[in-house]
Each structure stands twice: as C-alpha cells, then as structure tokens.
C-alpha cells in the first residue's frame, strides 16, 4: 500500500511554504536574536542530533534494519575529518565533511554485510559489533588521535576559504546549512525509487524480492547513506558543536539516545526526526532548569537530577503507550484537526 | 486581550526581578561555577571532590565573610561526567558575572572548554589531572593543571619505588609491571614510564585492562608468570577493588602494589575487603580530618548544619580532601590577586594572574591549617602546576596511613618533554608562544 501511495508525488503547498518559512526563521531571526546558550548549547547539538536521526531513519525507519551502531558512525565521521583535515593539507572544509561521511559510508556498508542473513534483533546484534569494534579501535590505535597522550583531539577552526565560523552563530548557521540540505537531499531520494525500494524491503522483503527490487543493493544503499550522513553528524559534533573528541563521548549511550530520538519523533518520519531530537535535547534542559528553579534550594543538584532520569523514563512510557507512532502522529493528528482537507499521503 | 496584558505585565514584573537580581550579584561576589557530578559512575569522586570545595568555600564565608569581604558563590550543573553536560552547563554559566575559576575535575570536560575559556579568558583549573603539557604556560595562559600533572605522577612513583629499594641506582634489573585502564587517561603515560625505564635500567611491561576492568584474571595471571617487583596499578573505578581482589589470589603481595592518584580514594580499597590491607597509593594530599582546616569546617560548616556531604563519615577521605585543598588554592589565588588589584570582584584574567603569583610556601600552608594535608605550591607564569609535592599511604584494612615523605618528581627530566608537546600544539593552533607574565592578549 505504501509502496502505490508513495508514487505521488504532487506535495501541498501549505507545507512547502512552512519549510520556508521554517528556513527564513532559522536563518534570519534566530542567528540574530539567539544567545549564545541557546546556539551553543541547544540549537547545534539539536541540529546534529536531528541530523544523526534522520540517518538512522533512512536505515531503521525507512528500510527496516535495525542499528545500535549510530555512535560507532558518529566516531568516524568525527575522527575521519580529524585525520583529513590533519594528514591532507590544504583541503577544504566541505571536501573534507563528504570524505568524512564517505569513510562512515564505506564502514557502514562493511558492517551492513550481514543485513543479508540476519534480521531484526539478530541484527542489531550484529551492529552492536560495529559500535564496540569502532571505539576499542580508535582507543586502541594512537594514529586516529594523531598518538596524543590521552587520546582527545582538539577540533580545528572551521574556515571556507577565508570565512571562518568562530562565534556560536557562525556555527549554528554552518551546521544549520549542512542538516538543511543534506535533510532536503534526504527527502529527494527517499522520494525517487530508491525511497520506495526502501520501503518495499521494510515492509515485505519476500514480497518486494518477487517484484524485482534487488535486495542486496537496496540494504546496503540504506546502510551507506544512513552511515554517511550520521558521519557527516559526527563531524559537526566534532567541530561544530563540542570542539574536541574523545572516544568514550562515543559510547553506546549515544546509540541509544539516537534510537531513541527516532522512536519517540516517529518511525520512518524526518520530520519525527527533528522533533524527536528536540525532544531529548531540549527537555532535560527544560526540566533541569526548572528543577533547579523551583526546588534547587531544597535538594542538591545530584537528586534534581535522579528525579529528571525518573520523570523522562515514566513521559517515555506513558507516551508510547498511548502513541506508539510517536510525536509526529500526535502532530499531525493535530494539524488536520485544524485542516481536515490537507493531510499528506505518506509522512515524510 | 485582557489575558495578553496580565501576561506582559506578569513578564514584565519577573524580568524587573531578574534585572535586579544579576544588578544585586554585581556588589563583590566572586562566583564559582560547578559542573558538578553526583550521579552516574563517578559519582563517589565527584560528592567528595565537590562536598569539599564548596564545604571549604562556606567556611571563608561564614568564618572570614569571604575573601577580605568579597562574598563567594556558586552554583552547580550536573554533569554525570559527560563531556557534552560539561559544555551545556558551561555555556550555561559563563555569562554569570564575577566568574573566578572554573573547576571541572574530569579530562573530557576540561579538554572541550580549553578553547573556550581562553577566548573568554577565565582560569581553568584541572588539579591532580588534565593536559600534561598544559603545564607550559607560555602556551595555555589561562589552564592550571595544579600540584600535579600525569607525567610527574609517574615519575613520583617511581621515585618512591627507588626510595624503598635503597637509591635510583638500586632500580637496575628490577621489574615493574604497570596495569593500566584501556582508556586515553589510562594510556596517558605509557611513553613516559618507557623513557624512566630507559633512564634508570628497570624492565618494564606494560599491561591494558579493557574498561571498565571487571575481569583481570588474565592480566594478573601473566603478572604471576612475569614475576615483578612492583606492580604500578593505573586505575580507575570498579577497576581497583577488582584489582587488589585478583591481586589477592594469584598470591602477588598487596604492600607490592602502588596506586596512582585515581586508584588512591577509600572507595577503591574498601569494597576490595582485606585484598586490600598494605596497599600503597600516590596522594597530593593526606586523608584524616586531623588537620586544623578540617576541624574548622566541622565545627563552623557542619556545625551551622551547612556541610556538603551527607555522609559525615566521609568528611576527611581521600576526595573531600582533595576538594578542600582546591578550595584552598583557589581562594588564594584570589587573595593573592586581590593584594594587587583591590578588594574586589575580580576578573578572569585578574584571577589568572593571583593563580601565576599562587605561592605558598609550607609556612603559608601551616597558617592556612593545612601543614601535612599538602605540602606547597609554587606556581609561576610559565609553570602552571606549580611544584607539587606527592606522598604515599598505605591502607591498614580501615584508614590510609602516611608511610612517605614528600617526593619530588623530577621536573627538569620531564620539563623539554612537556615543553616538545606544548610547542606543536602551538603550533597546530597558531599560538604566539609568551615570553614573559604579562597580559596574554596584549603581547
């Protein structure tokens, strides 16, 4: 069903013009009007995050392969542009970004070799592999680090050409233009026959093996592009975002958070990617805050925090019990309350 | 409409609150902004390391009201040891005014904020720990690793080591086993323990627990066949109790194992039982709450019910010490400053300098209530850790015990090797090298 709907390609405007009007807020007002806490500390990690998820979504909930191993990507896009920017001197900037998500992509499809035969769980396992091998290899092997004593690397200046992004707007905006068209490049092919390849093999892999769709190019597509444009996320949380790295920032935690994002925004939605990511960024900021507020006298920080960890967990559950498709339902199942006549086809 | 004009006024009026607020912080305040951890793995590190400096930071206040009247402050963002936390609570923060120093007590963080705090030009303080070749600064201005760096932590030990056994030259054809955490921390010194090895003719061989460090019995059953003298354990977390457990039985002697500074705290020996009676560990600063500084805070801040720690059996261990003598050198470092530039809220930079002039010799530290906590510090314009001095304790199965003097590293050895590392960082970063305590920017 989703495979004759999704050849649709007629959008409602209404929706492009709120990307633009999105795009025109992001660049024009919130640059100027931010301050440096809200780019620094909310708004760059946000956009990274996002960008990771809507790689995982290409892969787990466009495709259907299930990956635990986002982190082990992030760490390689990071460490790749490190080493790029290190050992080749001279190379711009945004060659230096797609190479980085070029190395993710090779080692994404390296590790998406058994997505032929596993399934499910087993695959997730079997990218558990890459997330673990990943970490002890850049621990392991002083050359990733360029041999510093403790392994962290500091992230140079990002500078094209002679412009280099060194306040926390330029950074915001440099990342902000990156997510912008690598999500909109996202979208286009989710959109081409690829995208419904995609679907085809998450939805029914007999099935869409007897139509003709060629498994084995299609999951590793999936796993390339996912593994490249959550390198390319590394690298801006790398550079853009924290500015050093070290490969324990890397660990399975992030893989989680990631999934997460993916589950809580909306399977197989880039736009439950966005909010799903603004969802884990923002919120424990937003509690924390107000914990701190309200109640910072009474408890120290440590139990505000324990109380955060148990007020997240029980929304999670409550949340996916009652919407399992996640935030992206609950806003659309809004936004056509309000415009009944305009629903889209597919999410996207 | 009506709803509208409530809400305006209602922002209004907290907006006014919150300008007089940051207007009434401005009267001398010197703010101290904590990123603190007090849940997650590190959580027994960072309630003693944190419980210490802030119990130390109520005692000037409530003892002195401040330094010379210039109240302290603080305010705290938990980090759970997190590197991305650290920076979220740091861009937090920084717009506070008044900011004197900034203590993150974790490699990851401090790594993340060097960059940061230069351009913001505010002390980063990373005591015990942190860049080694942060030491340097002519290169990083503004980073303090204070009293002890990770490369004259190694060479403490194995002055000590030399010391036991009657000499350095008494070090030739011994063997020394270092059983180090599969981490960038853990592997940090593997290079220098080659060059003392190399300098004074002991084998040498080193050996990696994968983190966490929950399982080392092949590890320590290669140490029984390698047979060594000493075995320097560089630990961190549930990797020492394991440590001294698996020590324990494959026979290897306890009083044999030396500690480095992260593998020194009473949480690393008591959950490892009586495996762990005889152990020796490197500190900076003694543990006991023997020490006149440490009676006052339990009279004047756990007395007035305003200590830190909830456990008051942990007033005195290894941590909370360790954040008491943080405390100590950073309200110096701003008494010190203060002498130069008035009795004020300082700035960054202001405070830099009281860190460059932080000199306190051991007739300074006995007035200061602290003779035998730490020995002194010495740090100057182009030395950033200023001299620390270690000692070693010994864990009788209920309390560390001092069984040292105070060691010196040997500085000038490792001084060209840190300068080596702080020069290419210079110049990967294109950083104009100082040449003397001025002003950073202005040269």
Not at chain 1, 46 to 74: D, E, I, K, M, P
Not at chain 1, 327 to 333: E, K, N, S
Not at chain 2, 373 to 384: G, R
Request: proline fraction near 5%; aromatic fraction near 10%; avoid cysteine.
């Amino acid at each position: 069903m989703a495979l004759l709907a999704s050849t649709k390609t007629n959008r409602p405007t209404a929706e492009t013009l709120w990307i633009g009007i999105g795009i025109v807020v992001a660049y024009g007002v919130v640059p100027l009007a931010g301050s440096d806490y809200l780019l620094d500390a909310v708004l760059t990690p946000f956009l990274v995050l996002a960008l990771a998820a809507v790689g995982l979504n290409v892969l787990t909930g466009y495709a259907g392969q299930v990956s635990l191993g986002s982190a082990a990507f992030l760490a390689v896009g990071a460490y790749a542009a490190y080493n790029l920017h290190l050992r080749v001197p001279g190379l711009p900037l945004l060659v230096d970004v797609v190479l980085a998500g070029g190395i993710a992509a090779a080692i994404g499809i390296v590790f998406g070799l058994p997505s032929l035969r596993l399934r499910g769980f087993y695959l997730a396992v079997s990218t558990l592999a890459a997330q673990f091998f990943v970490q002890w290899a850049l621990t392991k092997f002083g050359w990733f680090s360029n041999d510093n004593p403790s392994g962290v690397i500091d992230a140079p200046v990002l500078r094209i050409g002679s412009v280099s992004f060194a306040t926390a707007a330029e950074r915001y905006v440099f990342s902000l233009t990156i997510v912008v068209v690598l999500t909109l490049l996202t979208l286009r092919l989710l959109r081409s026959q690829s995208g419904r390849n995609f679907i085809a093999v998450r939805d029914h892999e007999i099935a869409a093996k007897v139509i003709g769709v060629p498994l084995l190019r299609t999951k590793l597509l999936a796993f390339g592009i996912s593994s490249f444009l959550i390198g390319v996320a590394g690298v801006l949380w790398a550079f853009a975002y924290l500015r050093t790295v070290e490969p324990a920032g890397f660990n399975l935690d992030r893989s989680f958070q990631i999934l997460f994002i993916i589950i809580i925004g909306g399977l197989a939605s880039l736009r439950g990617s966005f909010i799903g990511a603004a969802f884990i960024v923002v919120f424990p900021l937003l509690l924390s805050r107000i914990g701190a507020a309200v109640l910072g006298r009474v408890f120290d920080s440590g139990v505000l925090e324990m109380s955060q960890h148990i007020v997240i967990g029980a929304l999670i559950i409550v949340f996916l019990i009652a919407e399992p498709r996640g935030l992206i339902a609950l806003w659309d199942r809004a936004w056509s309350a309000l415009r009944p006549a305009r629903r889209p086809a597919i999410p996207t | 409409m009506n709803m509208f004009r409530r809400l305006k006024v209602t922002m209004g009026a907290a907006l006014a609150v919150g300008l007089a607020g940051t207007l009434a912080v401005h009267a001398d305040e010197q703010f101290f902004p904590l990123q603190s951890y007090r849940v997650g793995p590190y959580a027994a590190g960072g309630t003693g390391f944190f419980g210490g400096f802030i119990d130390y930071l109520n005692l000037i206040n409530i003892r002195d009201g401040g330094v010379n009247g210039v109240k302290l402050t603080w305010d705290e963002g938990e980090t759970q040891y997190e590197v991305e936390r650290g920076v979220e609570v740091y861009e937090r923060l920084k717009s506070h005014p008044g900011i004197a120093a900034w203590n993150p007590l974790s490699v990851g963080i401090a790594y993340a904020m060097i960059d940061r705090i230069t351009k913001d030009r505010v002390p980063l303080i990373t005591i015990n720990h942190g860049r080694t070749d942060s030491t340097d600064g002519r290169v990083f201005p503004y980073v303090f690793p204070l009293l002890l760096n990770p490369y004259s932590e190694t060479s403490g030990i194995v002055n000590y080591i030399a010391s036991r056994e009657g000499g350095p030259d008494k070090l030739k054809g011994k063997k020394i086993v270092v059983l180090y955490h599969g981490s960038p921390y853990g592997k940090e010194t593997i290079p220098i323990y080659k060059l003392l090895s190399d300098k004074y003719g002991f084998s040498l061989e080193q050996i990696e627990v994968p983190h966490p460090g929950n399982e080392q019995q092949s590890q320590w059953l290669s140490i029984r066949r390698a047979k060594p003298d000493y075995v320097v354990l560089r630990g961190w977390g549930v990797m020492n109790p394991v440590a001294l457990k698996t020590a324990q039985k494959v026979g290897f002697p306890a009083d044999h194992i030396i500690g480095n500074v992260w593998s020194n705290s009473e949480e690393d020996v008591i959950p490892a039982g009586d495996a762990a009676k005889g152990y020796i560990a490197i500190t900076t600063q003694a543990s006991g709450a023997e020490y006149p500084v440490l009676q006052e805070v339990i009279k004047t801040v756990y007395g007035a019910n305003k200590g830190n720690l909830d456990d008051k059996k942990r007033i005195g261990s290894v941590y909370h010490n360790l954040g008491i003598v943080n405390g100590i050198l950073n309200v110096e470092a701003i008494r010190i400053a203060q002498a130069k530039f008035g009795k004020r809220t300082l700035t960054g930079d202001e405070v830099r300098w009281g860190f460059e002039h932080l000199q306190l010799d051991p007739a300074r530290v006995e007035a200061l209530g602290a003779k035998g906590l730490f020995h002194s510090i010495n740090v100057t314009w182009d030395n950033h850790e200023g001299d620390g001095r270690v000692t070693f304790q010994q864990w009788d199965g209920s309390k560390w015990k001092v069984v040292s003097d105070w060691i010196a590293p040997d500085w000038a050895f490792l001084r060209p090797i840190i300068e080596k590392s702080s020069a290419a960082y210079a110049k990967e970063h294109g950083i104009r090298i100082r040449t003397s305590g001025d002003d950073p920017v202005s040269q």
